[in-house]
């Protein structure tokens, strides 16, 4: 992670893979599957205001949200950031660790103190190819964290362009 703000836990233990497979992103994946993420996993807990990853950065973790709400934005050329979504418990943080050239596409920052699994990218592609019925179960349920951004996206691109258009036609 990036900037302070960041308390690394322990790697997940077996309680902890267990909470880990409850996890709305894994429910009922197959415990095999599960015990391989969790030897990529360990818990974190990061501080409101903390900055998980930098639009263009390497992207080499992602994060299953336990608590709290991170925000993904996007730099826009003469405007502020953007907020495109606000994501919370059960979501999936981070998907640009899954398709080369594994670069974040967007920024995250906590807005609330959160607590999440954080997963080592390298370490579950490798398993990935190993396995690729993990890999399968991992695409199936990342397909649709990316619908979901995708359309998160297209709203908030909507809304601007709708603001710009009745700043045009005014009196």
Not at 134 to 139: N, P, R, T, V
Request: glycine share 12%; aromatic share 8%; net charge negative.
């Amino acid at each position: 992670m990036t900037g302070s703000g960041a308390s690394q836990g322990e790697p997940v233990s077996a309680a902890g893979a267990a909470e880990l497979s409850d996890h709305a992103f894994l429910r009922g994946m197959p415990d095999a599957c599960v015990a391989v993420l969790a030897r990529a996993c360990r818990g974190t807990t990061v501080r409101a205001g903390h900055r998980f990853f930098e639009e263009g950065g390497t992207a080499d973790r992602f994060w299953l949200i336990l608590s709290g709400h991170v925000a993904l934005d996007v730099s826009a050329p003469g405007r502020s950031r953007l907020i495109v979504e606000t994501l919370g418990e059960g979501d999936l943080l981070g998907l640009s660790w899954l398709v080369p050239p594994y670069e974040w596409q967007f920024s995250a920052t906590a807005v609330q103190d959160t607590t999440a699994f954080e997963l080592n990218a390298p370490a579950v592609r490798a398993a990935c190819e190993k396995d690729p019925g993990l890999g399968y179960e991992l695409l199936r349920r990342v397909m649709p964290a990316a619908l979901s951004r995708l359309q998160a996206a297209r709203i908030r691109m909507l809304d601007l362009y709708a603001a710009a258009g009745e700043a045009g036609n005014g009196p």
